[in-house]
């Protein structure tokens, strides 16, 4: 499990700002029992939101669970979102607390399979219940191999530039599908090219664009910082682009929070994170920006509660309507969630 339990029971804090409405548009499900001896399924999600945020609804993000075991491979990742609507469906009976959890969804469909991606999306619509949102095809690629991370999607580094991905790419707008985009920092201007060549397409930049802090990064913060800032402001003319404002909590951004003898305080995250999130807002703006959760990898380095008490401290200063914006109404808009 990502996170160690006694070790995150050394910082219990209270919510802030408990009745803020918030949609969590970032969190996996899974049981990856041979992979990771994990398992972080609706009892160990809803354990960690249950320290008095006001979590109205989420959206599920692909993490390669649940897929079939037999059949075309191509197919195989449907599995993933008929397990997680079968949760879903559960937590939607109320059982389970008010929160809607995977409210919509996102899965993975391999986009290099070109035009013939289109029965895969079919059949993931289907699978999904009328919540499934969109497509996650991680592009998270650094040539060198001190970088720890990268899927197994990308290999190379090259889909943006695949001929193969962009024909696969453009079945999603007439589906009115989205895409998320998990990459490394240096790819930013590759997603850009990509916006650019499809405007039609719905577009959100996971983790604040993957800042790098490891490897050949480790030490160079402020000449990262730099070419971070440059591009995602050039990247915010796209006006198909949002960004979600978390993933800073991962080891491989390089705050090493996760080594500390106690966790961080949320007053501590808020001063680290703070210049990528306010940059983030003030490129892009609340109606294109949405806090995010990223649990339970994010666990590695803070609480649930912790992680979003550090985004309220973040924006004690903004006005309700950039609050709204910011911890809900842009994710349920961007997602299309009713509440």
């Known amino acids: ?17 408990p009745d803020l409405p918030i949609c969590d548009p970032h969190h996996h499900l899974w049981d990856h029992h041979a992979a990771f001896a994990s398992r972080y399924l609706l009892d160990e999600f809803l354990t960690d939101i249950g320290g008095g945020h006001n ?3 989420t959206v599920f ?15 195989k990742p449907v599995g993933e979102i008929e397990a997680v609507n079968g949760i879903a469906a559960m937590s939607a009976s109320g059982l389970y607390g008010k929160t809607r959890v995977a409210a919509a969804m996102v899965g993975f469909a391999d986009l290099r399979l070109g035009e013939a991606v289109g029965d895969v999306l079919a059949a993931e619509i289907t699978a999904g219940g009328g919540r499934f949102r969109g497509i996650r095809h991680s592009s998270a690629h650094d040539p060198d191999d001190r970088v720890i991370g990268a899927t197994d999607t990308n290999p190379r580094g090259d889909v943006f530039s695949d001929p193969a991905f962009r024909r696969g790419f453009a079945q999603l707008a007439p589906l009115k599908l989205s895409y998320d985009a998990w990459l490394y920092h240096p790819q930013i201007p590759e997603l850009a090219d990509l916006a650019q060549a499809f405007p ?13 802090g490891i490897g050949p990064y480790m030490g160079r913060r402020d000449e990262v910082f730099a070419d971070w800032a440059r591009d995602m402001t050039a990247l915010a003319a796209c006006e198909n682009v949002h960004v979600k404002l978390g993933g800073l909590a991962m080891k491989l951004t390089g705050f090493g929070h996760h080594k500390l003898d106690q966790p961080p305080s949320s007053a501590a995250l808020a001063g680290d994170w703070k210049p990528y999130l306010l940059h983030c807002i003030e490129a892009f703006g609340p109606a294109r920006c ?40 842009t994710a349920t808009a961007f997602y299309r969630i009713e509440e």
């Not at 039609?200 to 790098?212: F, K």
């Open 1 to 17: 499990m990502y996170g160690k339990a006694q070790w995150l029971a050394k910082r219990v804090e209270a919510a802030l700002a």
């Open 55 to 57: 979590i109205v609804s």
């Open 61 to 75: 993000l692909e993490c390669e669970a649940f897929y079939r075991a037999g059949g075309v491979a191509g197919m």
């Open 200 to 212: 039609g397409t719905r577009i959100v930049l996971d983790h604040v664009g993957g800042p790098l």
């Open 290 to 329: 949405m806090f995010e959760s990223n649990f339970p990898v994010d666990r590695a380095s803070c609480a649930y509660t912790t992680l979003w008490n550090a985004f309220k401290h973040v924006t004690a200063d903004f006005n309700a309507a950039d609050k709204a914006a910011l911890f809900h109404d």
